[in-house]
């Protein structure tokens, strides 16, 4: 038999999709107006002990500062598993004034600095916002 999913199994989906990634993005969206968002840089979330965590760290277009942007960190805490699944903790914090070359140079060095094999995915708003 070849390699497939399996029972219970669920296909993967995209960077920043899914239930943690949609609280997320709500809880941006009522501190960022999307429209304003220049990139979302997501990182790979963790799974452990029935529970789910992800960062992503958002640029948004600042009128301050001369082609600066302003910078948040959003963190999300999802139960997958037993009785409490589907509560979620989630914040919204804004974290500095950057250019944009310097944020994606922090991203890249955070990645390397935790270990992480793959640096964070930089994506526009599209990914959680229409329009």
Partial sequence: MGAGTGAGDHPPVGPGRGPG????????????PPAEIETIYLFTPLK??????????????SAEGEGRLRVYTARYMLIVRGKERG????????????????????MQATADRT???????????AVWYEG
């Fill in 21 to 32: 990634w949609a609280k997320l993005a709500e809880a941006v969206a009522r501190q960022v």
């Fill in 48 to 61: 452990r002990e029935g529970r789910e965590w992800g960062t992503a760290v958002v640029a948004r277009r």
């Fill in 87 to 106: 509560q979620s903790r989630v914040e919204v914090i804004e974290t500095g004034l950057s250019p944009a070359a310097v944020i994606a140079q922090v």
């Fill in 115 to 125: 270990g992480d094999p793959e640096p964070p995915v930089a994506v526009g708003a």
